[in-house]
């Protein structure tokens, strides 16, 4: 995945005021100004407030946001930029509901005194300049902060947990677009370097013994990556890549001696893309992946890190292709083949990440299709399978859970008249396999398919303004969107309706 973000900003200033209404006690608001100076400076900065009652009982939430940056451009490849961030957030956390508890009242809780609160503020400085006379030097340096606090309170215990994580990283890469022998060639190279320290507090009171212990960790981690394209012709070029990665771990446990440990992953694939025509793509892919656990994969919601957590790795396969036809529809599909190892699941027992116990393998299809015309409307449809299954071990041949075989989604708009479009939504999964269910022996979690459906305005006489009024989940669906166990249900909401207004200027 290469996300690539857009940085152009409208020289004209732009001031964007939106807001909304919704079922459950449900409001939003949303301010945003940008624009660029005379000099070649660039100016975003946006305020967000979010707030709901919730579906279910003890489900509110609340949040603030806000964003700042500000960029100098001397031409399309020497900048400067600084940006900020913002964001608080309050909420209830309603839990898991037993099978009986779910279908007598999906919207009930058993833990309505359970919350949690997050402060999150970062910032990042950023540059970019020339080198010779095709390459290209960019670097991000970006510090943030997170503090955290959850209560889990019920009959007879009351557990908090409190964190707090610094995120630091530098983040410099060189980039060279020339000719190889007559070829096009696009060359990446670059490092990461990031440092993030957290420290965990949980104390509390259960069932009369009280307790309390206190954790820091610390990740330090240095990678070096290369990716380079090689065009044959313009019409078929090869991809290469490499990364290479190492992990540095600390965990200290006060009055007690640190527990250090290392470790080296290795990442790299090759791509082979092919471009017969315009409109058609076909390509394959060949990729050894790797994911480190993050800090919060270790620690988890227990406050206890677990250090037997290692790193998943696998391997990917896949070929595909995506035409263009009568340039209105267009055609995907994919064909991949995902070996895991130690693949990373939550252990809903301990509230903490645990490696699979034994080696997976995903084999699946991803299809589309899409027809889009201006002012006229657009139809698309997905569909996915998958088969997922251990490959060896105890649970040899049984299904992965969580993952269900198939999952369509159809969507579409359609213009009633000039101002006026309607849009739909369909969405179906399959039945699956609870979670942490590799014995295939619980309750499976049943499939479901949900309708939402909108009407979108935008007044042709004020240009900017745009009016949606929606509903998620029209027929009300009951269903639950994660178990584990077969025992433990965690339902999706019901059906809501939103009123929002939106007007640039």
């Known amino acids: 995945i290469n996300i690539i973000t857009d940085t152009s900003i409208d020289a004209k200033p732009v001031t964007t005021l939106s807001a909304s209404v919704g079922s459950y006690d449900t409001y939003s608001s949303h301010l945003s100004k940008s624009g660029t100076f005379d000099d070649g400076v660039s100016y975003f900065a946006s305020a967000d407030w979010n707030k709901t009652g919730g579906y279910r009982d003890n489900g509110d939430y609340e949040s603030w946001n806000l964003d700042a940056s500000v960029t100098k451009r001397w031409d399309e490849v020497r900048s400067l930029s600084a940006a900020a961030f913002y964001h608080d957030s309050d909420y209830g956390l309603p839990g898991a509901l037993s099978w009986k508890q779910f279908k007598a009242d999906p919207r009930q809780t058993t833990t309505p005194n359970d919350e949690a609160e997050f402060d999150t503020w970062g910032v990042d400085l950023g540059g970019s300049a020339k080198v010779g006379e095709d390459g290209r030097l960019d670097a991000n340096l970006t510090a943030s902060r997170r503090e955290t606090d959850a209560k889990w309170i019920g009959t007879g215990y009351r557990s908090n947990r409190t964190s707090d994580t610094d995120s630091y990283a530098f983040t410099p890469r060189y980039s060279l677009d020339n000719d190889i022998a007559g070829h096009e060639n696009r060359l990446i190279v670059g490092t990461d370097l990031r440092f993030d320290t957290s420290s965990i507090n949980s104390y509390g009171n259960s069932y009369g013994s009280p307790y309390a212990y206190a954790w820091d960790y610390d990740r330090t981690s240095l990678a070096g990556y290369a990716k380079d394209e ?276």
């Open 230 to 505: 090689f065009f044959f012709t313009e019409k078929l070029s090869l991809a290469l890549g490499a990364r290479s990665e190492r992990f540095m771990n600390r965990i200290t446990k006060p009055n007690d001696d640190a527990d250090s440990d290392s470790d080296v992953e290795n990442a790299c694939d090759a791509a082979l893309l092919y471009r017969p025509q315009e409109d058609i793509k076909l390509f394959t892919r060949v990729s050894r992946y790797y994911h480190a656990p993050f800090v919060d994969e270790v620690v988890g919601w227990s406050g206890t890190p677990n250090t037997g957590l290692v790193p998943e790795t696998g391997y990917n396969f896949e070929v595909g292709s995506e035409v263009i036809l009568a340039k209105e529809w267009t055609v995907g599909l994919t064909a991949y083949e995902l070996d895991t190892s130690d693949e990373i699941y939550y252990n809903p027992t301990t509230y903490s990440n645990i490696n699979a116990p034994d080696d997976t393998r995903r084999q699946g299809v991803e299809s589309s299709l899409r027809w889009a015309r201006d002012h006229v409307g657009s139809f698309g449809v997905a569909y996915d399978y998958v088969d997922a299954y251990f490959t060896e071990g105890v649970y040899d041949d049984n299904t992965v859970p969580l993952v269900p075989h198939h999952m369509v989604t159809v969507n579409g708009e359609v213009y009633v008249v000039s101002d006026v479009a309607c849009l739909g939504n369909v969405h179906a999964v399959s039945e699956q396999y609870s979670g942490s269910d590799f014995s295939n022996t619980a309750t499976k979690l049943d499939g479901y398919a949900t309708l939402d459906l909108a009407i979108r305005y935008e007044p042709s006489f004020l240009k900017g303004m745009k009016l949606i009024v929606g509903a998620d989940n029209v027929f009300d669906k009951e269903y639950a969107y994660c178990s584990f166990y077969g025992s433990s249900y965690y339902p999706a909401a019901g059906r809501t309706w939103k009123l929002c207004a939106a007007y640039s200027f």
